[in-house]
């Protein structure tokens, strides 16, 4: 008892044990702040929307909306219906008003965005409003004036609402954190890491897209193509995290998880479109692994004629700072670690019998 009781930690100061609860719920709440506050600050601003149609009629509806939601929309234009049916498509604009011929056509894409297609929903219902009072005052029939609203990229079957593509960011997020970390605190040796990463990414890919993409049908489009964006996202994001670790040891894991937790995965608008988040913020954090790999993935699944050159980039670009400040580390370090060449020559059941 007696020498149990001497090798006891002495106790914890008070002041110190209730500094501890404090700090402990500041950091509770700097996390909480973190996921929330861009969902509390969100709010629909400069969204790109295509119109086409005769140039007074085109002025007539952008001086409308900015009435009634000024700043929500930015107008692009385009040069018919079909062009602005190829800009939703490449994932220049996320729906479009066609005032060409007849009655006006309202187009969505809800595979870009179900939230954008609902308020343009609204405003196929206002422009109705407006066009059957019109019809009215001049003694038509109002009955025969209708707005089409036409889906021009729907989500999958098996999404329609598209909660499952979104709830899918935050896994692959943690995922990566996941990996990274592990391979940090169990792997030793920058090239067993190295080797780890691959081993990792190419294994993560292909088991999260046969449950995403074959199994639940959250992803659709190639399955190799989705495949190797889930690898390279997850890489991302790992190797990134087994870098700094590499570099500046165990604080390297806060390091990183700070980055991909509290800063890129808040900032990815993996719910509404980034133009919804406070400027810059929404576009800063598509050059985060979180934003990138949410709207490749998007991309790739329903958006085939865009061009995801951007985002291949952004994954490939943190992979590489991550791999760099791997072997960096391991090149700093290598001095201290240096072995005399008598001990090296030394058989290795010697080493085994010291």
């Not at 062009?83 to 490449?90: H, K, L, R």
């Not at 780890?196 to 292909?206: K, R, Y």
């Not at 980055?259 to 719910?271: F, I, R, W």
């Not at 958006?303 to 490939?316: E, K, R, V």
């Amino acid at each position: 008892m007696e020498l149990f009781m001497s090798s006891a930690r002495p106790h914890t100061r008070w002041a110190l044990a209730i500094g501890f609860g404090v700090v402990g719920a500041l950091v509770v709440t700097l996390v909480v702040l973190a996921f929330l506050w861009p969902t509390k600050t969100a709010k629909a601003h400069d969204i790109p929307i295509g119109i086409t149609g005769p140039t007074p009629a085109v002025s007539a509806i952008e001086q409308a909306l900015d009435e009634n939601a000024d700043g929500v929309f930015a107008f692009v234009d385009a040069s018919d219906r079909d062009g602005a049916i190829s800009q939703i498509q490449t994932r220049q604009t996320y729906g479009a008003i066609v005032l060409s011929s007849g009655a006006p056509e309202v187009l969505t894409a809800p595979a870009a965005s179900t939230t954008v297609a609902q308020l343009l929903g609204g405003v196929a219902a206002r422009l109705q409003a407006q066009l059957t009072q019109q019809v009215a005052t001049a003694g038509g029939d109002a009955s025969t004036v209708s707005v089409a609203v036409t889906p021009v990229v729907s989500l999958s079957a098996d999404d329609p609402n598209g909660t499952g593509l979104t709830a899918a960011s935050f896994p692959l997020t943690m995922g990566g954190m996941i990996g990274g970390i592990l391979i940090s605190l169990l792997v030793v040796g920058v090239f067993r890491r190295l080797v780890a990463l691959a081993g990792f990414a190419v294994a993560a890919g292909l088991l999260l897209s046969l449950v995403l993409h074959t199994w639940f049908g959250y992803l659709q489009g190639d399955f190799w193509v989705i495949a190797l964006a889930m690898g390279m996202s997850v890489l991302a994001t790992s190797a990134f995290i087994v870098g700094c670790t590499s570099l500046i040891g165990n604080p390297g894991i806060g390091i990183g998880a700070v980055l991909t937790m509290l800063v890129g995965n808040p900032l990815a608008a993996a719910a509404v479109p980034w133009q919804f988040l406070a400027a810059p913020w929404g576009a800063i954090g598509q050059f985060f692994v979180p934003g990138a790999a949410n709207t490749l993935l998007r991309t790739l699944s329903y958006f085939p004629d865009a061009d995801p050159s951007g985002q291949w980039w952004i994954l490939a670009g943190w992979t590489l700072v991550g791999l760099v400040l791997a072997v960096s580390g391991h090149f700093r370090s290598a001095p201290s670690m240096h072995v005399p060449d008598a001990t090296l020559d030394e058989p290795a059941e010697n080493h085994a019998t010291a």
